[in-house]
Nanobody, 126 residues
């Protein structure tokens, strides 16, 4: 099992920025793929960003494309989500996800993820 611990959430005004971090420990071979999900109150979980360990392939949902950036530090087993131009609708609990390497290459799919962290709250005020 891989343990995922998120940090960096908080309260920010609309238009502001935050950077989330997620460190993987334990069986880190199960974190060849890492990414971010979010869930707002009353809404289903949304897969917003994913990246492979090489950092060569990344996915960003249309809802965050152009405003969020995902990156990964393989040496530190850490994935980051840089969020800019934040909007009130970005308010949610953000969860880090991880998954093992897959034979299929290309952008990570939501179904590739097997483990999730406890989440960190991001609140964007208008």
């Amino acid at each position: 099992q891989v343990l995922l611990v998120e940090s960096g959430g908080g309260l920010v005004q609309a238009g502001g920025s935050l950077r989330l971090s997620c460190v993987a420990s334990g069986r880190t071979f199960n974190s060849a793929i890492m990414g971010w999900f979010r869930q707002a109150p009353g809404r289903s979980r949304e897969y917003i960003a994913g990246i492979r360990g090489t950092g060569s392939v990344a996915y960003l949902a249309d809802s965050v494309k152009g405003r969020f950036t995902i990156s990964m530090d393989d040496d530190k087993n850490t994935v980051y989500l840089k969020m800019s131009s934040l909007k009130p609708e970005d308010t949610a609990v953000y969860y880090c996800g991880a998954g093992p390497a897959t034979l299929r290459m290309g952008v990570p799919l939501e179904s590739d993820f097997r483990s999730w962290g406890q989440g960190t709250q991001v609140t964007v005020s208008s």
